[in-house]
């Protein structure tokens, strides 16, 4: 379609740009940004006067959950969350049922995106056959089928001669392998932050100490093979310490924060609500504001949301049973910009940077920019919308969010995928 978006704020700092100005979009790219663009015949134009328009947003760590678990979300469900909360990627992870270690596999879910998906769904395939940790998965042939990047996210690859192996793969292949931080020997069958809550609420203790040596095993194998690798979902000091150190020594590492680790501490678990429980963990209040410091200076690159969905029955269950987990697609902009923006805290250029420029780069995806023969990704935000998040609210096929019964400001009003509306004032476009 041709596609005129007038009167934005256009903000995007990877060319210099923050002002109000016209968007021409012409099979499927950015055909011409200026002020007082005329709409050609047959184009639709649309009046975005108000409205914040940016590189099309990127979300690094999603559970799409098909093949396998079709009754928490499937991937034409996952893209739609995808593109309310406004998204136009997301980055599949690969501990589906089975598990996607095979090219085959990594087919499949690229097919059913390209058919079926509202935005783009870049498939990461596992690390080890099964995320069992015990032997090499296909990654050349994963890789053939277009998985851009290996994890055995869910878990970690324990042992550190098969983690070795999987980056020296990773890195001969020039892609990039990220690691879900946890030394499970440590870790056992805690489900809550090791400390006083902890023990006040009876509950097994999962201490920091487990998610920092393995950042740490992580960094010093990242060092010595060569290869790039991305820290998911940090969330302690002790993790920030690390990654900052590794960027200052120059070492090919990017880390995530999600905005659950950013805006929950384990004081909010104490009413054993199991939407609440994560992996890892809600840590202590000064572990948040390290990671809020951190992503504020560059430590941390993105905020990725490990969007896990699940469905209500598995929640209802007793705390130490319960999954992991929360849903985060749909709230991460608007609580980024409750929480960040409206304050002051980060500017619209670092929603840009932690939401869109960031989030390629770790996964070296295509560049998208607000400039002529782009790839037409594009978000448009109300920064005035207010979102009530109630179990109504979501795209999502579950409604397991941190989050519920607040009411936050801020949304995505119009999202363009590759040059096709798949947002239209707030509600999904259907393909």
Known sequence: MTLLLRGGRLVDPQIGRDG?????????????????????????????????????????????REPGREDEE?????????????????AAMPNTEPVCDTGSKVRFVRERAEDEGIVRVHVVGSCTAGQAGEALAEIGDMIAEG????????????????????MDYARAFETTVIAHCEE???????????????TRMGLPGWPAAGEDIMVERNIRLAE??????????????????LVRGAKARGLPVTAEVTPHHLFLTEDDVAVYDTNLKMNPPLRTAEDAAALLEGLLDGTIDC????????????????????????????????LVITRLVSPGTLDWAGVVRVLAMAPRECLRLDRVALEEGSPADISVIDPEAEVEITCGYFESRSSNSAFLGQT????????????????????????
């Open 224 to 241: 010595l093979t060569g290869c790039r690798t991305h820290l998911a979902h940090v969330s302690t000091a002790g993790s920030v310490a």
């Open 408 to 431: 936050l400001h801020g949304a995505a009003r119009e999202i363009v995928v590759s040059g096709r509306l798949a947002l239209r004032d707030g509600e999904v476009v259907a393909r």
């Open 303 to 334: 905020v990725a949301t490990d969007h896990a969905p699940h469905a209500a029955h598995e929640k209802e269950l007793e705390f130490e049973v319960a999954p992991f987990g929360t849903t985060g697609l749909e709230t991460a902009l608007p």
């Open 147 to 166: 998985a851009v990047a290996f994890s055995d996210d869910g878990r970690d690859v324990q042992d550190a001669g098969m983690m070795r192996l999987v």
């Open 184 to 198: 499970e020997s440590l870790v056992g069958n805690g489900v809550v932050n090791e400390g006083e809550v902890s």
């Open 74 to 90: 499937t991937v034409v469900t996952g893209t739609r969350a995808a593109a309310h909360g406004g998204f136009t990627a997301v």
């Open 20 to 64: 109000v100005a016209d968007v021409l979009i012409k099979d499927g790219r950015v055909a011409e940004v200026g002020e007082g663009l005329t709409a050609p015949s047959r184009a639709e134009s649309m009046d975005c006067s108000g409205m914040v328009v940016v590189p099309g947003l990127v979300d690094v760590h999603v559970h799409l």
